[in-house]
């Protein structure tokens, strides 16, 4: 059974701090996809990191994958209150149908 | 900006009910995806289809549940006799290749 372990999995914080999600497994992944989540609604792609080692700019956040393409990290530079939501980490493996393992999430509140 | 459409958005049905939960995918994606999220849980992985066939599914994916694709359009996903922990959301999914996924909003089942 393939695991993601995200962390943390909630995280309150003050508007202009930095923060940064963790995602981990002992499995490799051929990509690694990460989603914003609001209540009721399906996950919505924020970027996919393919190579191992890369990193990838959205705005005020940065992705990076693992060298091993086991484990990557989301970080976020001041936080803004529109941030706030439930962030997902989902592995992809290329060669089992495109299946996506997803992580806990990991819910942020950011308070003005 | 291209969507997953998927119909009902709400379906309450008894147990030992069929239900049909339905889904048009992105126009120019080749695989299909049905994920489920228990209120509180992660998403999980159901199955994954591809070329008509179904290339993955996951051990949820038992002899109740099945998909289809009747007219190259919609993407269906069919539960012959309804149980209680069949309740959840349940997401379709499309995309182009191992990434670039795109969800829809989701059925919320109801199972009473």
């Known amino acids: 059974t393939q695991l993601l372990e995200q962390s943390p999995q909630f995280l309150s914080i003050q508007e202009g701090e930095n923060l940064t999600v963790y995602c981990n497994s002992s499995s490799v992944f051929s990509s690694l996809q990460w989603y914003r989540q609001e209540p009721g609604e399906g996950p919505v792609l924020l970027v996919t990191v393919v190579t191992g080692g890369e990193v990838k700019k959205l705005k005020r956040l940065t992705f990076q994958f693992g060298d091993a393409r086991k484990d990557s990290s989301l970080h976020i530079t001041a936080a803004q209150p529109g941030d706030t939501g439930l962030y997902l980490c989902?592995?992809?493996?290329?060669?089992?149908?495109?299946?996506?393992?997803f992580g806990g999430g990991t819910r942020l509140m950011v308070k003005p | 900006e291209p969507e997953v459409t998927q119909t009902p958005s709400h379906q309450v049905t008894q147990m030992g009910q069929e239900v049909i939960l339905r889904c048009v995918p992105i126009s120019n994606h080749l695989y299909f995806y049905w994920y489920r999220q228990i209120l509180g849980q992660k998403v999980e992985f159901l199955v994954s289809?591809?070329?008509?066939?179904?290339?993955?599914k996951s051990e949820i994916f038992d002899d109740q549940f099945s998909v289809e694709r009747p007219d190259g359009s919609n993407f269906t996903l069919k539960i012959r006799s309804t149980k209680l922990e069949d309740s959840a959301m349940y997401f379709c999914?499309?995309?182009?290749?191992?990434?670039?996924?795109?969800f829809g909003s989701g059925t919320r089942l109801t199972v009473v």
């Open positions: 289809f591809y070329n008509n066939e179904i290339s993955e």
């Open positions: 989902a592995g992809a493996r290329k060669y089992a149908g495109n299946m996506l393992t």
């Open positions: 999914a499309s995309s182009e290749r191992d990434h670039g996924y795109t």
